[in-house]
């Protein structure tokens, strides 16, 4: 699978693999973009220490350092965890142009972010992303689970 850019994503599989991995509700928001409803996921109102993975393929999205409270209904954080762990691409779904946010590792739908809104933290951004998208584990458990769930991936490649 390509990215929007032309580039492969590094974590592959076909979608009989993603069904079977990801349950039905994590399948329709992560591999076919919807969206959880406000206030029900479960890192909404959450501040545990941590790092945020992706939940289809495990890689480092997001740390609790980044993550502030916006009262949007969606867990929000001001940046990504490290440059180039998410991608971005328009979304003219609802009629006017939002910025998607998904996995740079699997592209996986994760959310969107929003800009000039205000918000006082570091960039003025939001990351606006469903709980059902990312896995918080602990801060010294994040390097294992990403490089276990690649290594794992790798063995299950699909067709490219």
Known sequence: MLTPSGRRYPIVLDDAAWRERLRP????????????????????????????????????????????????????????????????IEDRSLGRVRTEVRCASCGSHLGHVFEGEGYDTPTDKRYCINSISIRRVAPEMASDQGSEATSSESRQRGPV
């Not at 545990?48 to 954080?77: I, M, N, Q």
């Open 25 to 88: 509700d994590e399948y329709t928001v992560l591999r076919a973009g919807g969206t959880e409803p406000p206030f029900t996921g479960e890192y909404t109102d959450d501040h545990t220490e941590g790092v945020y993975s992706c939940r289809a393929c495990g890689a480092e999205l997001f740390r609790s350092t980044e993550k502030f409270d916006s009262h949007c209904g969606w867990p929000s954080f001001f940046a990504p965890g490290s440059t180039g762990a998410v991608e971005y």
